[in-house]
Nanobody
Framework: QVQLVESGGGLVQAGGSLKLSCATS????????SGWYRQAPGKQRELVARISRSGSTAYADFVKGRFTISRDSAKNTVYLQMNSLNSEDTAVYYC????????WGQGTQVTVSS
């Protein structure tokens, strides 16, 4: 089992920044990759960014150049730095950890006001 706890969401004005954190615990040695997803009201959950065990990253086109995923292996924590936020970034953001199964956090709300 892997447990994930997200934090760092909140209300921010358009053009502002937020940094999300995802603290993992449990069988963290089994994690092959981690990622951030988001789900806006009435929409399906979508990939935002992923980072592999080796450190390679991948981003959705709509966040390239604005968001950065990173991790601190010593702290078993994955981060998502979000810059130049706009109203379309408003969503619940979920952390994901992938072993042979997917684990999810409870989500953290990000609201961008225009």
């Amino acid at each position: 089992q892997v447990q994930l706890v997200e934090s760092g969401g909140g209300l921010v004005q358009a053009g502002g920044s937020l940094k999300l954190s995802c603290a993992t615990s449990g069988r963290t040695f089994a994690i092959q990759s981690s990622g951030w997803y988001r789900q806006a009201p009435g929409k399906q959950r979508e990939l935002v960014a992923r980072i592999s065990r080796s450190g390679s990253t991948a981003y959705a086109d709509f966040v390239k150049g604005r968001f950065t995923i990173s991790r601190d292996s010593a702290k078993n924590t994955v981060y998502l730095q979000m810059n130049s936020l706009n109203s379309e970034d408003t969503a619940v953001y979920y952390c994901n950890a992938r072993t042979i199964v997917d684990y999810w956090g409870q989500g953290t709300q990000v609201t961008v006001s225009s």
